[in-house]
């Protein structure tokens, strides 16, 4: 399978200059574009399909603007990342949409949770404390002092990392995001960050966001109500009622909406066949997937990988 991970399409997105960065295995990569002089729009991407098209992190992605701006669509929701703005979007989001100003000078990390998850396990934080739903992304604004500081300290370890030898550089990333990590986390603990959880207040808004945050995790293999009521301990027929209250749709339509977007990621971002993705997505054969998302795309499946080439 050849897919174009989130990784890739920041590095040469971005960049266009893989392997250059700070990086530990498959787990950790962090580059910045920040000295130098072309524009970001002057960089040639180097993969034919639109940028635009939606795609699934498979990481945890950060990014932090020193200059210029970001307009993207995380989980259906828009998000403006201005300058000394920082973006920390969780794996298994999905995002649909991204343009920026061709000024843009950033900082971007991207990283597996697993490693993530040790890397708080090993302090005395925990992240899940701050960062309360993962269909939320965390976006929050540094004053002039405290991205400056965040610049220093990224172009410090930079510099170290070049330096010592390549046996040692993982441990270097790692006590980065460690610092980092504890930065990001206090501004956090100090309040704001994951603004758009404005629905919480009340029991259906409480729900509503703990389904987006299950069909993140299980949308691509369970398409039963009662699957994600039962996480949330409450009926079927409670949930269904609080579900609608909250965001005026039903979980059904909530449901196919996360499986359509999961199939379009499949489709445009790798070389999966119709009974592949038919497969991964829990659909019991390839004809059932076809005419279930002909029904919603009104396209099929084929023709709307054709169209995205």
């Excluded at 995002?95 to 302090?123: Q, R, T």
Aim: aromatic content about 12%; charged content about 25%; overall charge negative.
């Amino acid at each position: 399978m050849i897919m174009q991970t989130p990784v890739n399409q920041i590095l040469l997105r971005f960049f266009n200059r893989v392997n250059e960065g700070m990086v530990v295995g498959e787990s950790i990569f962090i580059d910045d574009n920040l000295d130098i002089e072309q524009n970001f729009l002057d960089f040639e991407v180097s993969y034919s399909r639109p940028y635009s098209y939606p795609f699934k992190l498979t990481f945890t992605s950060a990014i932090l603007c020193c200059k210029g701006s970001i307009r993207t669509t995380v989980n259906r929701h828009e998000y403006v990342v201005g300058c000394n703005d920082a973006l920390i979007v969780q794996s298994g989001s999905i995002v649909e949409f991204l343009s920026c100003s061709d000024d843009l000078k950033i900082i971007a990390m991207a990283f597996e949770d697993n490693g993530n998850d040790e890397l708080f396990n090993s302090s005395t934080m925990n992240a899940n404390s701050y960062i309360m739903h993962r269909s939320v992304p965390v976006l929050m604004h540094l004053d002039e002092a405290e991205m400056q500081q965040q610049i220093r300290l990224y172009k410090e370890i930079r510099q170290f990392y070049s330096s010592v030898d390549v046996a040692y550089r993982s441990e270097v990333v790692k006590g980065y995001l460690f610092v980092s990590a504890a930065s990001f986390l206090s501004k956090l603990g100090e309040g704001g960050g994951q603004e758009d959880v404005l629905y919480e207040g009340s029991r259906e808004n409480e729900l509503y966001l703990q389904f987006m945050d299950d069909l993140q995790v299980y949308g691509s293999k369970e398409r039963m109500v009662s699957f994600y009521a039962d996480r949330c301990c409450v009926s079927p027929k409670y949930f269904s009622k609080m579900i609608n209250l909250a965001s005026g749709k039903t979980p059904i339509q909530l449901i196919k909406e996360r499986v359509i977007v999961e199939a379009k990621v499949l489709l445009n971002s790798t070389d999966m066949s119709i009974q592949q993705i038919a497969e991964a997505l829990n659909f019991p054969n390839d004809s059932f997937f076809c005419r279930y998302f002909k029904q919603e795309v009104k396209v099929s499946p084929m023709k709307y990988r054709e169209m995205g080439k």
